[in-house]
């Protein structure tokens, strides 16, 4: 059991680092379409003011998903692991201490 609960949260993880990475490559390809320089502060509020005003739908779908969810994910694996470890599961942070 410990093994499938420990498979689900690399499973979870890397998921939702593909699908953050997903949504920062898609809202640099339409922020230089528009124009906007992404890397600075004034450049990232106009890109969210784009997103929650929904000029490009896609890309407002794709970002508050990639958010919200990324949320979700984080909480997900948050009960897994505590789960688990309630049920005697030990999920080391360091490789070192299993050799």
């Not at 379409?33 to 779908?61: A, C, H, P």
């Not at 998903?65 to 979700?72: D, E, K, Q, S």
């Not at 942070?93 to 299993?98: A, G, Q, T, V």
Request: aromatic share 14%.
């Amino acid at each position: 059991m410990c093994d499938v609960l420990q498979f689900f949260r690399i499973f979870l993880f890397v998921l939702g680092g593909v699908f953050v990475a997903a949504s920062v490559i898609y809202a640099n390809h339409c922020c230089k379409k528009k124009g906007i320089n992404m890397n600075t502060f004034s450049g990232l509020f106009e890109m969210w003011g784009m997103v929650f005003r929904f000029e490009n739908k896609k890309l407002s779908i794709l970002m508050l998903t990639a958010a919200f969810g990324g949320l979700c994910v984080a909480v997900i694996i948050l009960v897994l692991t505590l789960w688990g470890q309630s049920q005697g599961c030990v999920f080391p942070i360091n490789d070192r201490s299993m050799r």
